[in-house]
């Protein structure tokens, strides 16, 4: 399997995570199978936060280790990841952002210096300097400029074109200044040669599963990892009969849990409640009576990967969703 590692740290409020989401999408609609993984302190700003991608041309299980190119926001990025890059990779750097002297990183790795930040603020924008790493690191892992052209212009295209462009042109001093400074890492990925995937994160399958399975209440107080719960809930919950909380902190949220459940407990013991309906993601709907078993009117659930009785029902119900909603 040919694969690759994709690193990017900086510190909290940096945009770190909404960079690697972007470099793990640009990758599955490629045809890329891709792993994220992201690390991160319990603090609003600052602290050391990154996020590892990665991407191959088989299914990827796990996060990898070591990663081929290395894109670096802070000083505490530098330090502790610069050693970690393996041979033959790269490391995306900025002088105003921070140094490696002093950090032995191994002797095949490239230092490719950028000047991320100044190219940044002469759009108007600090932010972009991500958008200038990112193009960067596209050239290196031989990824066309195009998808992420499209990505932009998807992303920003409701706003002022003036913004379109000027993403455009970070992107571009990125990618183009590559080709003045080696080249690509010639890992030879093969790129666009499958068709595009989904995407999905850990907390839209655990949505999509608790909607699939019949949740009807939901009462949650956002904290990071968990908040993407409550968002997706939220948004799709309520049309199908959720009901969704947004609680003052955790304890608020377990003691709605608590009641909601005795409330529905309480009307079916009284009779009030004598048959719940439930919609599966698949469009199917499953009647229980109070006290009864599930009876299924219909339901064409399979698996992505197997179809096998044995797959729980939830994780049936989510990938059966996304496999009939393509799109990332």
């Known amino acids: 399997m040919k694969e690759i590692a994709f690193r990017v740290g900086g510190a909290a409020g940096d945009g770190v995570a909404s960079t690697a989401e972007t470099f793990a999408r640009l990758c599955v609609r490629g045809g890329l199978w891709v792993h994220t993984y992201s690390s991160y302190q319990s603090v609003i700003r600052g602290g050391h936060?990154?996020?590892?991608v990665r991407a191959g041309t088989e299914p990827v299980l796990s996060q990898g280790e070591e990663p081929d190119v290395l894109i670096i926001l802070n000083q505490e990025t530098a330090d502790i990841h610069v050693p970690l890059v393996r041979d033959g990779g790269a490391i995306v750097y900025d002088e105003q952002l921070s140094k490696l002297d002093g950090l032995r990183a191994r002797p095949t790795v490239r230092l490719v210096k950028l000047s991320m930040l100044a190219t940044a603020r002469q759009l108007g924008e600090p932010m972009m300097k991500n958008v200038v790493a990112l193009g960067a690191a596209l050239a290196l892992?031989?990824?066309?400029?195009?998808?992420?052209?499209?990505?932009?212009?998807?992303?920003?295209?409701?706003?002022?074109?003036?913004?379109?462009?000027?993403?455009?042109?970070?992107?571009?001093?990125?990618?183009d200044a590559i080709a003045n400074d080696g080249g690509?890492?010639?890992?030879?990925?093969?790129?666009?040669?499958?068709?595009?995937r989904m995407m999905m994160t850990g907390?839209?399958?655990?949505?999509?599963?608790?909607?699939?399975?019949?949740?009807?209440?939901?009462?949650?107080?956002?904290?990071?990892?968990?908040?993407?719960?409550?968002?997706?809930?939220?948004a799709n919950g309520p049309k199908h009969?959720?009901?969704?909380?947004?609680?003052?902190?955790?304890?608020?949220?377990?003691?709605?849990?608590?009641?909601?459940?005795?409330e529905v407990r309480g009307r079916e013991r009284s009779g009030e409640v004598?048959?719940?309906q439930h919609i599966c993601s698949c469009g199917s709907a499953?009647?229980?009576?109070?006290?009864?078993a599930k009876k299924w009117q219909s339901c064409s659930l399979t698996s992505i990967d197997s179809s096998s009785s044995t797959t729980p029902l939830a994780i049936r119900a989510a990938t059966s969703s996304f496999r009939k909603s393509p799109g990332s």
């Open 141 to 175: 892992l031989d990824i066309p400029f195009d998808p992420m052209e499209k990505a932009i212009r998807e992303v920003f295209g409701h706003k002022k074109p003036e913004i379109v462009e000027m993403n455009l042109k970070a992107g571009h001093t990125g990618y």
């Open 49 to 52: 936060v990154w996020t590892q």
């Open 203 to 234: 907390n839209e399958a655990m949505a999509l599963g608790a909607l699939a399975a019949g949740v009807k209440f939901h009462a949650q107080y956002p904290m990071t990892p968990a908040s993407g719960i409550l968002h997706w809930l939220a």
């Open 286 to 292: 499953w009647r229980r009576r109070a006290g009864g």
């Open 184 to 196: 690509s890492l010639g890992r030879d990925l093969p790129y666009g040669q499958s068709p595009g």
């Open 274 to 276: 004598r048959e719940r």
């Open 241 to 262: 009969g959720v009901v969704v909380k947004q609680a003052e902190d955790e304890l608020a949220a377990m003691n709605m849990a608590v009641g909601a459940g005795h």
